[in-house]
Structure formats: structure tokens, C-alpha cells
């Protein structure tokens, strides 16, 4: 189980409670969402909404205990503790205070968490020789081409909970891209821990870097209400993420439970284009009732599988 947190600016065109000047320097709510991941055969499903002003911090570790306590409180028993359930952040989530409490004992949550490239994880980079980087993978199982991992040890881990490994990886900058002054010899550095023993570095980067997924997530929040929140009072518009979390829900399980192959990955609004406003015409007949779908529509043999395989679920009571 993979719940990733993240957060999204919602632009405010009007003064609304709690609307204020954001850190991209824009005026919204900054809100923080869970999402829970539904891997590669799947999208995913909010588990985590937390209504913030739009001058609340990015890493603000209370914050991300509280979404955290939100999105565990949403999952079956057996996953609220131990190391089966992974928690996965940008470098927003790496504090000490949030890593300290996913760590506690009795807790035992696993974490991957971006860090940042500080002055002396900078310096142990500069010291890995070149032996010890590992070509990065992708998803499929090939080599990434011009991206290597390592593990960075030593005092830098200080202070940390006890287990923590720290990772780096290094990439060949995009073409156009502007390097940053915590790169080193022209290569794109970025950084996470992780609580996660015993394997390779290669895999457990891929898997943090598949984090990627809650920005297509975000995307189909946006696309599902939260483009912006339309009422005044915090109340209110904390009413209107829980509906957007429910808005979320249906195309979420809706594919994993009719849909196969490409889509059952349609976000929104591909769904919403392809299968939602699909012209059809119910047309009663010998005491039956029949449901006629044009017959040039691309889609139509989506939404008559999607029926069937329905049909065939057990009845939930």
C-alpha cells in the first residue's frame, strides 16, 4: 500500500477565508492532498484532503502528520502500521519532525521522502567515487540512459532515525534546461530517503520517483472541482473538497472494476469525453428495456464491456 502526499495551490480570483499570497507568489489556498496509488495497472483514489491557507508552508511537518493520520485513518486495519504501507512525499515531507514520526516505534511506517540538496549532502557527492553509481532503471526494467544512483553514508546521516538510508541520483539535464547551483559537473542532482533495508538502489529509486503519479492525480482533481474553491467561508469550501474527493472516487474505481488494458488509465476528462457523454437511447420493447449506443461512436464496444463485466460483479447487498 503507497499513499502519497502532495500539495496544490488553488488559485482564488476573489477574497475568500483563508485566501492569501502564496509561495509562487500567487493568491489561493494551499491545500494537501493523500492519494492512494493503484500502481501501474490502475490511477489512484484520495485518501487525505486538509484545507490549508495559502501561506501555509510547504514542509510544514504538522501539516503532513496531520494528512497522514487523515489518509491511514482511510485504509483497512492491517495497513495503518508496519512496514507494508509506504508513505511517499517530495522534499516537502524531508523533515526531521515528519521522519521522526513516521519512524516511532509502533508506528513502523515505511517512507520514501525527497530531500534537499543541502551544503553537505553536496559534499559527500562530491566525494562518491565512480565506482560506487549505479545505472538508473526504468519502469520496465531497462537501463535509464544518463542517470545514475548511489547511497551517500557517513555523519550526514546524523541526527537522523536510526535505518535511514540516504540516495542520491545524478542526470544529464534536459536540453534547455538551467542547471542549478546545487548541481555538481553538469549533472541534475536530486535526493530522498528512504527506511527500506536490504535492497537496490536502483529499485527503490524507481519506486520513489514513480511519486510522479499524484501529479496526474492533481490533475484530475483540477478536473473533478478543485480548479478552484467557489464559496466563501473555510467551512464551506471544506465541504467542497470532500466533494471533489467523492468525484474522485467514481472514475478512480469505475475503470478498475469495468474497464481493461489503456482504459482503465483514462483520467477524467478523457473519460468524460469517450464514455460519459456518449449519445445512447433506452428504448422499451417486449416488456425488456435496451439501451442503443451508435454504432460509429470510437467507444461504444468500451461502454458494452464495461456493462457486462459489471453485470458480472457479486451484488454488495
Known amino acids: 500500500?503507497?499513499?502519497?502526499?502532495?500539495?496544490?495551490?488553488?488559485?482564488?480570483?476573489?477574497?475568500?477565508?483563508?485566501?492569501?499570497?502564496?509561495?509562487?507568489?500567487?493568491?489561493?489556498?494551499?491545500?494537501?492532498?493523500?492519494?492512494?496509488?493503484?500502481?501501474?495497472?490502475?490511477?489512484?483514489?484520495?485518501?487525505?484532503?486538509?484545507?490549508?491557507?495559502?501561506?501555509?508552508g510547504s514542509n510544514t511537518a504538522a501539516d503532513h502528520i496531520t494528512a497522514t493520520r487523515l489518509a491511514l485513518a482511510q485504509l483497512p486495519i492491517k495497513y495503518r502500521r508496519g512496514r507494508r504501507t509506504l508513505i511517499r512525499t517530495d522534499s516537502a515531507g524531508?523533515?526531521?519532525?515528519?521522519?521522526?514520526?513516521?519512524?516511532?516505534?509502533?508506528?513502523?511506517?515505511?517512507?520514501?521522502?525527497?530531500?534537499?540538496i543541502t551544503d553537505a549532502i553536496h559534499q559527500h557527492v562530491l566525494k562518491v567515487p565512480a565506482s560506487a553509481w549505479t545505472p538508473a532503471v526504468e519502469p520496465g526494467g531497462e537501463i535509464r540512459d544518463g542517470a545514475w544512483v548511489a547511497e551517500i553514508v557517513g555523519d550526514v546521516l546524523d541526527g537522523w532515525p536510526?535505518?535511514?538510508?540516504?540516495?542520491?541520483?545524478?542526470?544529464?539535464?534536459?536540453?534547455?534546461?538551467?542547471?542549478?547551483?546545487?548541481?555538481?559537473?553538469?549533472m541534475r542532482l536530486t535526493c530522498f530517503a528512504t527506511n527500506m533495508p536490504g535492497?537496490?538502489?536502483?529499485?527503490?529509486?524507481?519506486?520513489?520517483?514513480?511519486?510522479?503519479?499524484?501529479?496526474?492525480?492533481?490533475?484530475?482533481?483540477?478536473?473533478?472541482?478543485?480548479?478552484n474553491l467557489p464559496l466563501h467561508d473555510t467551512a464551506q469550501n471544506r465541504i467542497w473538497l470532500e466533494i471533489v474527493q467523492i468525484a474522485l472516487d467514481l472514475p478512480a474505481w469505475m475503470?478498475?472494476?469495468?474497464?481493461?488494458?489503456?482504459?482503465?488509465?483514462?483520467?477524467?476528462?478523457?473519460?468524460?469525453?469517450?464514455?460519459?457523454?456518449?449519445?445512447?437511447?433506452?428504448?422499451?420493447t417486449g416488456r425488456r428495456r435496451f439501451l442503443r449506443l451508435a454504432g460509429h461512436w470510437p467507444w461504444s464496444r468500451h461502454i458494452t464491456a464495461a456493462l457486462e463485466r459489471l453485470a458480472l460483479l457479486p451484488n454488495p447487498g
Open 94 to 116: 524531508g523533515t526531521h519532525d515528519f521522519v521522526d514520526w513516521l519512524s516511532q516505534r509502533g508506528r513502523w511506517l515505511s517512507y520514501s521522502v525527497g530531500m534537499m
Open 199 to 227: 535492497r537496490p538502489i536502483a529499485e527503490l529509486e524507481l519506486r520513489h520517483r514513480l511519486r510522479a503519479r499524484a501529479e496526474d492525480r492533481i490533475r484530475a482533481a483540477r478536473s473533478t472541482g478543485l480548479r
Open 162 to 186: 536510526k535505518g535511514m538510508r540516504l540516495i542520491v541520483r545524478k542526470e544529464r539535464p534536459h536540453p534547455g534546461a538551467q542547471l542549478r547551483l546545487t548541481d555538481a559537473n553538469g
Open 1 to 56: 500500500m503507497t499513499v502519497d502526499l502532495d500539495g496544490v495551490l488553488v488559485i482564488s480570483h476573489s477574497d475568500k477565508e483563508d485566501a492569501a499570497p502564496t509561495w509562487k507568489r500567487t493568491y489561493g489556498h494551499h491545500p494537501l492532498m493523500g492519494f492512494a496509488d493503484h500502481g501501474p495497472g490502475g490511477t489512484g483514489e484520495p485518501v487525505a484532503a486538509l484545507l490549508r491557507p495559502g501561506y501555509a
Open 255 to 284: 475503470p478498475m472494476l469495468s474497464l481493461t488494458g489503456e482504459a482503465r488509465l483514462w483520467e477524467p476528462r478523457r473519460l468524460r469525453l469517450r464514455l460519459f457523454t456518449t449519445a445512447g437511447q433506452l428504448v422499451t
